[in-house]
């Protein structure tokens, strides 16, 4: 869901009580409280994991290679992390800013590999 409000600002999620709004690429929200509107503003360098889910389409070797390629991992880690993601569910795979782990999200979706960024 997107909104335009006062021509800058884009309302990209709509909550019952909760907004978040991008000005000037930054990431702000807003939570209403007793009819008071406060302004949060989110940290750009706030820590930020990016997390690869299970799926059954995916091979043990195509995930490893992946993390290998787009996390910079070694073998070791990067067959540790399928485990934990095949046994788990889901493993966090690598840690940084939301900048740094984007690309890193896009090229394992590209891949054909469930991830996120949390």
Not at 12 to 32: A, H, P
Not at 86 to 107: Q, R, S
Request: charged share 30%; glycine share 4%; net charge negative.
């Amino acid at each position: 869901m997107q909104l335009i409000l006062a021509n800058k600002f884009r309302v990209y999620c709509l909550y019952s009580n909760f907004v978040i709004v991008k000005i000037n690429q930054k990431v702000m929200s807003w939570q209403f409280e007793e009819e008071e509107i406060v302004l949060i503003e989110e940290k750009e360098d706030e820590a930020k994991g990016l997390v690869v889910f299970n799926d059954d389409v995916n091979s043990f070797d195509h995930v490893i290679d992946i993390l290998i390629k787009v996390c910079k991992h070694e073998r070791i880690q990067a067959e540790q992390c399928t485990y934990i993601i095949h046994f788990n569910g889901k493993c966090e795979v690598k840690k940084g800013t939301y900048k740094a782990l984007k690309p890193m999200k896009e090229a394992i979706l590209d891949e054909g590999i469930n991830a996120s960024i949390v």
